[in-house]
């Protein structure tokens, strides 16, 4: 096996086992760095937005292009410092233990403190949310952070390795912080969020993909995916969530509410509402996606680390 198929399966089984370290997060200090670069690059125009992408993805970059070069010739340190990678750019596990906090609080008839748990894993505002709408939100981000926080960076780090694996995460970052549709950030945030956007396309799609051939029910799946997908704001969520909502036989979309304002989003499936019971399902199923997406990444790596063999030299 390569070093770096080896290095996502062990970064993968770090998170499942750990989830995100607790104290001296590598994802924390760059959001930190970022919130304090942008105190000085910041204008209100898109050019202000790529110099400040450019700097810090294309920084978090090089990073792993030098972390690359002074390990590839030492297979052991290499497979280390991939899973140390891995590790720390996934998100899987604590993604599953907040949504199974919201199903705690909603379970035992704690509406306040669900719709305040509930914060951690949305942007949306959660003060008016009745169990129907905390539960739709919790399933949705599931689905989108699935694709979000494991299968895109495992999908990038099988082919572009720790450059691909810190870059993704980078970037990714960044559009959570400054790709918002506010008037501040409208066009400071445009190439964070166009970005995050291109990278994400090929893991929503195995996102989607694993989740249909993972799920409970493959044609309500794939029927869901190619009707609702589109419809959906975003080219990356609408795939994952349309994906989850017609494997699980749940209908999700509508009223979503953020500080900026309230949108309608399209519907998505043609099942009934989500329910408390329902958050347990879609957290299962994201588990096996992860799962099915390490091992496809792994077979990516290895396909992609496979050195031709030389012909042999005739004889003189």
Same mark, same amino acid.
């Given at each position: 096996m390569s070093s770096r198929a080896a290095g996502l399966?062990?970064?993968?089984?770090? /998170?499942?086992?750990?989830?995100? *370290?607790v104290r001296w997060h590598p994802v924390a200090g760059f959001g930190r760095l970022a919130g304090a670069l942008e105190q000085v690059t910041y204008d209100d125009a898109r050019g202000a937005g790529v110099r400040h992408t450019a700097l810090l993805v294309g920084g978090t970059v090089a990073l792993g292009v030098a972390a690359e070069?002074?390990?590839? /010739?030492?297979?052991? $340190?290499h497979t280390l410092v991939t899973a140390a990678a891995t590790w720390t750019v996934l998100g899987g596990t604590s993604l599953g233990r907040e949504a199974t906090a919201v199903h705690d609080l909603l379970a035992s008839g704690d509406l306040p403190g669900a719709r305040q748990r509930l914060t951690h894993? !949305?942007?949306?505002?959660?003060?008016?949310?009745? *169990?129907?709408?905390?539960?739709?939100a919790v399933v949705e981000s599931v689905a989108e952070n699935t694709s979000d926080a494991v299968v895109a960076p495992l !999908?990038?780090? &099988? !082919?572009? =390795?720790? *450059?691909?694996?810190?870059?993704?995460?980078?970037?990714? #970052?960044?559009?959570?912080?400054?790709?918002?549709? #506010? *008037?501040?950030?409208?066009?400071?945030?445009?190439?964070?969020?166009?970005?995050?956007?291109? $990278?994400?396309?090929? =893991?929503?799609? $195995? &996102?989607?993909?694993?989740t249909v051939l993972l799920g409970e029910d493959r044609r309500g799946g794939v029927r869901a995916w190619r009707r609702d997908a589109a419809a959906h704001p975003s080219p990356n969520a609408g795939v994952v969530e349309a994906a989850f909502a017609g494997s699980l036989g749940l209908r999700l979309g509508g009223l979503t509410t953020y500080a900026? =304002?309230?949108?309608? %989003?399209?519907?998505?499936?043609?099942? %009934?509402?989500?329910?408390?019971?329902?958050?347990?399902?879609? #957290?299962?199923?994201? #588990?096996?996606?992860?799962?099915?997406? =390490?091992? !496809?990444?792994?077979?990516?790596a290895l396909s992609g680390g496979r050195r031709p063999r030389r012909p042999p030299q005739p004889r003189r």
């Open positions: 399966l062990l970064g993968l089984a770090a /998170d499942r086992a750990l989830g995100d *370290p070069r002074a390990t590839r /010739d030492r297979p052991l $340190l894993l !949305v942007g949306r505002d959660t003060s008016a949310l009745d *169990p129907a709408g905390v539960a739709r !999908v990038l780090g &099988a !082919v572009a =390795g720790l *450059p691909g694996l810190l870059g993704y995460r980078a970037a990714n #970052t960044l559009d959570a912080m400054v790709g918002h549709r #506010t *008037p501040r950030l409208e066009r400071f945030g445009w190439a964070s969020a166009r970005l995050d956007d291109a $990278l994400n396309l090929p =893991g929503a799609r $195995l &996102a989607g993909a694993l900026s =304002g309230a949108e309608q %989003r399209p519907a998505l499936g043609d099942g %009934r509402d989500p329910g408390p019971g329902d958050i347990v399902r879609a #957290t299962r199923l994201a #588990t096996r996606v992860q799962v099915g997406a =390490g091992v !496809v990444s792994a077979g990516l």
